[in-house]
């Protein structure tokens, strides 16, 4: 069965600074990853996909993910934080029966 | 063009007390699902449908009853409401179950069960 763990549950940065938030994912198939961003009392909102056409996928608001098949990882980066980029991102992945699986969350914290 | 949306926004429930939350998408969207949000938990599947007419059970259904008879809409009825359903809600809807399809969310249901 599919599955995602994201690694820290809270990312502190200061403004300016790199955004690294971690996710892993566990498939037997060649997995379908996504990245949502939660705005405070929002729904999400697709970031970026992951769709085998591509290893480094660009999204929305300067963000992008690599998929790594040796790590099994597909972390979201962002070269330099911005003080609206704090929200919750939530790593997901399409299991082959259609269900979307979403990580834990990780709560990015940008500092000025 | 609103996409998903539901109501209410908030809602204060009393234990034993039922209620709908509902979900509309003019998207026509065939695959629609709801989540609960819980901290640290990220999002939980409650039940999911692949079409008008089919629907079956996610991750945490115990509680929750949904139908879906028409494309647009997917209620989803908490019978009994209990403290454990204290929560919020999202619906989302997708163009299919396809591996790749990107899924659409509202902008949730915050619900306090007393």
């Known amino acids: 069965a599919q599955s995602v763990t994201q690694l820290g549950s809270h990312v502190s940065v200061s403004e300016g600074a790199l955004v690294l938030l971690r996710c892993n994912y566990s498939?037997?198939?060649?997995?379908?990853l996504f990245w949502y961003v939660q705005y405070p009392n929002q729904g999400l909102q697709l970031l970026l996909k992951?769709?085998?056409?591509?290893?480094l996928v660009k999204g929305i608001n300067g963000f992008e993910a690599e998929f790594k098949k040796s790590e099994t990882s597909f972390h979201l980066t962002k070269p330099s934080a911005h003080m609206s980029d704090a929200a919750e991102y939530f790593c997901?992945?399409?299991?082959?029966?259609?269900?979307?699986?979403f990580g834990q969350g990780t709560t990015l914290q940008v500092k000025p | 063009n609103a996409g998903v949306t539901q109501t209410p926004k908030f809602q204060v429930l009393k234990t034993g007390q039922s209620m709908t939350l509902q979900c509309a998408q003019d998207?026509?969207?065939?695959?629609m699902s709801w989540y609960r949000q819980d901290p640290g938990m990220g999002l939980r599947l409650i039940h999911y449908?692949?079409?008008?007419?089919?629907?079956d059970q996610g991750e945490v259904p115990n509680g929750y009853n949904v139908s879906r008879s028409t494309t647009e809409d997917f209620p989803l009825r908490l019978l009994s409401a209990a403290p454990s359903q204290t929560s919020v809600y999202f619906c989302?809807?997708?163009?299919?179950?396809?591996?790749?399809?990107?899924?659409?969310f509202g902008q949730g249901t915050r619900l306090t069960v007393v």
């Open positions: 498939s037997s198939v060649p997995p379908y």
């Open positions: 449908s692949v079409g008008a007419g089919i629907t």
């Open positions: 989302a809807s997708s163009y299919s179950s396809g591996l790749g399809t990107e899924a659409f």
């Open positions: 992951y769709t085998s056409a591509a290893t």
């Open positions: 998207m026509n969207h065939e695959y």
């Open positions: 997901a992945v399409r299991s082959n029966t259609g269900k979307l699986i």
